[in-house]
């Protein structure tokens, strides 16, 4: 299977498995941080992606997002 393929079934799926697919391939990174996030904010990120993994179904994409966001304020 060729990269493109690859990627174009990867954006095929729906945005929580998209977004644990994307997860997953940074993770593989061997890469060091470039810059120090501080202990708090560690444990909040920890924390959100735990709810997410939890609940995929708490992600909304970023059209759904924008449709709403001018259905309640404009």
Known sequence: MNIETITEQALKLEPA???YVAEI???SLDYEE??????AWQ???KKRCDEID?????LIDG???MVELKQRYI
């Open 43 to 45: 444990q909040e990120i």
């Open 54 to 58: 939890a609940d995929p179904s708490i």
């Open 63 to 65: 059209e759904s997002l």
């Open 34 to 39: 470039d810059f120090v996030v501080s202990e």
């Open 25 to 27: 391939l940074l993770e």
């Open 17 to 19: 498995l998209w977004a």
